[in-house]
């Protein structure tokens, strides 16, 4: 994962509430185990029918309850793909906002007045370690969990976490921690 300290640029907008996860990257598309190549399937049926039309930009501003339906984290992949680094709503389904945080998307809730002052204003500057949302209309704040904020600003995955730990792990190892198995109570 790449670190994330400052998104800026143009926005895209999708004034919808209630996108679930089917809807940002269909059923049948979920073939592959690569977090590659979804982008070009993002919103496919709205896309294809001429119902939206979106621009890879770096941030795409959407409505309330975004991401809501399956937990399936090739709909932030698929997002991430297609070129989005931030998603700017009022709310986000839960399983939703923390896969994006895992693969580097960043979701950033805002009440819906300042989401549509960002998404009016066209072009936004996102800083992580800032907490701040800066656009024509102004500067708005948003709150990242400590936890996530760390891994976002030093690019770290899961993997990256537990690497973090390296020395404390191989310091267990060595000592026989690991050979002496679980203990349980339970027979």
Same mark, same amino acid.
């Given at each position: 994962?790449?670190?994330?300290?400052?998104i800026?640029g143009?926005?895209?907008?999708?004034?919808?509430?209630?996108?679930?996860?089917?809807?940002i990257?269909?059923?049948?598309?979920?073939?592959?185990?690569?977090?590659?190549?979804?982008?070009?399937?993002?919103?496919?049926?709205?896309?294809?029918?001429?119902?939206i039309?979106?621009e890879?930009n770096p941030?795409?501003?959407?409505g309330?309850?975004?991401?809501?339906?399956?937990?399936?984290?090739?709909?932030?992949?698929a997002?991430?793909?297609?070129?989005?680094?931030?998603?700017?709503?009022?709310?986000?389904?839960d399983?939703?906002?923390?896969?994006?945080? *895992?693969?580097? $998307? &960043?979701?950033?809730?805002?009440d819906a007045?300042?989401c549509?002052?960002?998404a009016? /204003?066209?072009? @936004?500057?996102?800083?992580?370690?800032?907490?701040?949302?800066?656009?024509?209309?102004?500067?708005?704040?948003?709150?990242?969990?400590?936890?996530? *904020?760390?891994? $976002? &600003?030093?690019?770290?995955?899961?993997?990256g976490?537990?690497l973090?730990?390296?020395? /404390?792990i191989? @310091?267990?190892?060595?000592?026989?921690?690991?050979d002496?198995?679980p203990?349980?109570?339970a027979?």
């Amino acid at each position: 994962m790449r670190p994330i300290d400052v998104i800026e640029g143009k926005v895209s907008v999708l004034d919808r509430a209630d996108v679930d996860t089917d809807q940002i990257i269909p059923k049948q598309f979920l073939k592959r185990v690569e977090r590659t190549g979804f982008g070009e399937f993002l919103f496919y049926d709205w896309i294809r029918s001429g119902e939206i039309e979106l621009e890879p930009n770096p941030i795409l501003v959407v409505g309330r309850n975004f991401g809501c339906g399956s937990s399936r984290e090739h709909a932030p992949w698929a997002l991430e793909d297609f070129g989005f680094e931030a998603i700017v709503a009022p709310s986000f389904a839960d399983i939703f906002y923390v896969n994006c945080t *895992k693969v580097g $998307l &960043l979701p950033v809730i805002l009440d819906a007045e300042h989401c549509r002052a960002v998404a009016e /204003a066209g072009e @936004a500057r996102i800083d992580i370690d800032d907490e701040t949302v800066t656009c024509a209309a102004g500067v708005f704040e948003f709150e990242v969990e400590p936890g996530v *904020k760390h891994r $976002l &600003l030093n690019g770290l995955d899961e993997i990256g976490i537990t690497l973090e730990s390296v020395a /404390a792990i191989d @310091a267990f190892e060595q000592s026989g921690g690991a050979d002496r198995g679980p203990v349980t109570t339970a027979l």
